[in-house]
DNA sequence: CGGTATCCGAATGGATACTG
DNA sequence: CAGTATCCATTCGGATACCG
């Protein structure tokens, strides 16, 4: 049981135009704040939650990939996601696109530099999962009792 | 332009039972690999990534709120969805639900120790979307000309 | 090979009305 | 106050067929 804060003391939720600075760990903001901090993150939670895109990324971060390649090395996914999947992944910046002229055609995609930057937070993420994920079994099981 | 990675080396993708080894940073897995170690990690990416789940943490983590404080703190969110956003972090743990059997009637709401750790990983991911958000948007402009 | 187009069922999420 | 129940629109995502 912690306590309630005591006040709230303005700042953004990422405040600092320049990186670098831890910020002070803000447990208390105006909710203003709070919501215009989400609104930029939570899209993008959404996009590498999805279905898919983690998945792609992750196969992609050992070199790139053709596209065929990357549909036998994901199991179960359509050709219709991993088309969408790579076009959203291409549209944000983290994958790119390369295609050879040749006959028969050739694409390529690759991580770039933005997206394999994306990784190390992404990990730290799974770390968390990963050590939790019997604490979190645990507690929907209790859950679901719960609720006959 | 970063080479491909050389060789793949074997190892789960968070491999060690016990925690605190910084895992020799897995840039090439087995495809297997990486279907396990995502197959545990997008859902709950899916998870906090839905539209309200870090909203109401952020919220949550200045301290504890009642139904219809939350509703009020978080701008435009349906009773449905909230309730729905609510549930699903108390079954997954992150949420610790209190009802007071007075009239009317009260339920308090608080993020428990778990929930509070997630907010560490979670910040580093807003982090990298803060530092990236303008090459992201200058990503999806020009590829949005692109295609006419 | 590397897609696009179409159809369709399933899941997401808002609006509204009702309840202990 | 703190929900539940119902209806409905939109989106997600798989299957299939076709195309340059």
Not at 80 to 86: E, G, N, Q, S, V
Not at 98 to 108: A, C, G, H, N, S
């Given at each position: 049981m912690l306590p309630p804060a005591p006040?709230?003391?303005?700042?953004?939720?990422?405040?600092?135009?320049?990186?670098?600075?831890?910020?002070?760990?803000?447990?208390?903001l105006a909710p203003a704040d709070i919501h215009s901090g989400c609104k930029i993150v939570t899209p993008l939670l959404a996009r590498i939650g999805d279905k898919w895109s983690m998945l792609v990324v992750m196969v992609l971060s050992a070199g790139p990939r053709r596209f065929n390649e990357l549909k036998?090395?994901?199991?179960?996914?359509?050709?219709?996601?991993?088309?969408?999947?790579?076009?959203?992944?291409?549209?944000?910046?983290?994958?790119?696109?390369?295609?050879?002229?040749?006959?028969?055609?050739?694409?390529?995609?690759?991580?770039?530099?933005?997206?394999?930057?994306?990784?190390v937070p992404v990990k730290a993420l799974g770390a968390w999962v990963f050590e939790n994920r019997d604490e979190i079994a645990r507690s929907r099981l209790a859950f679901d009792d719960r609720e006959d």
């Open positions: 006040a709230a003391q303005g700042g953004t939720i990422l405040s600092p135009s320049h990186s670098d600075v831890p910020a002070p760990d803000s447990a208390d036998r090395l994901i199991d179960g996914i359509s050709q219709r996601m991993l088309t969408h999947t790579l076009r959203s992944l291409e549209r944000d910046g983290l994958v790119s696109r390369t295609v050879f002229p040749t006959i028969p055609p050739r694409v390529d995609y690759e991580l770039t530099a933005l997206g394999h930057s994306l990784r």
